[in-house]
């Protein structure tokens, strides 16, 4: 894969245990859920090291101190419907008032292109971090229409978060949106015919949610 100055792929042994146990196809819906969100958080602490901080005064039980805390309300996370639904509570856990928007989209099985049907994001939201989370990046379709319709509403400061991504995928966000850092646990091989990751772990949605 070529390499692109706005893309960072985590290369750590603990998020490449929990990858491989994702993977598997006899890991059942609940274990997979809990892995997706624990990749997250591990994801996450990377991820949002620049968030946005004040300087505050903290009194210890000896002294008053200035202390750094993140700034309060800078941090939204827009899961892209419906398997980024699945990385919410990841991210949660080390955001806990991060407000949430959401952005429905559906793959066009012709011609693999997303179409949205869905956007309910928080007001102010053009002031915020945004974090734009999807367990895969496939086509990358979804990821540009997700960040088009966010810079739309005056989004600025944009990042993507997804567990594995496709070589294809990645270069068409890192080309169409330099300005946009995308983050990715690790990187597979290629698309298939249908647009599906090889080796991948199948369908996100379907494994989080035990539609299939």
Not at 95 to 117: D, Q, S
Not at 166 to 174: L, M
Request: charge should be neutral.
């Amino acid at each position: 894969m070529k390499q692109f100055k706005n893309v960072v792929v985590f290369d750590h042994p603990l998020i490449k245990h929990k990858v491989a146990i994702l993977r598997d196809e006899n890991t059942d819906m609940k274990k997979f859920r809990e892995l997706v969100e624990e990749i997250t958080t591990l994801m996450t602490y990377e991820s949002l090291k620049d968030a946005p901080t004040v300087q505050v005064k903290v009194k210890t039980p000896l002294e008053e101190t200035e202390q750094t805390m993140i700034k309060e309300n800078s941090i939204c996370i827009v899961p892209i419907l419906r398997a980024g639904l699945g990385m919410v509570n990841g991210v949660h856990v080390l955001f806990p008032t991060a407000k949430v928007g959401h952005i429905g989209m559906y793959r066009n099985e012709k011609t693999l292109e997303p179409v949205v049907y869905y956007c309910k994001l928080p007001e102010g939201i053009d002031k915020k971090v945004v974090l734009v989370i999807d367990p895969m990046l496939a086509t990358g379709g979804s990821a540009c229409d997700a960040i088009d319709l966010l810079k739309q509403r005056g989004c600025k400061r944009i990042k993507l978060m997804s567990i594995i991504g496709a070589p294809e995928g990645i270069e068409r966000v890192a080309t169409t949106h330099p300005d946009v850092n995308i983050y990715v646990s690790t990187v597979d091989r290629q698309l298939n015919e249908h647009g599906y990751i090889l080796p991948g772990l199948g369908d996100a949605g379907d494994r989080l949610f035990g539609t299939k």
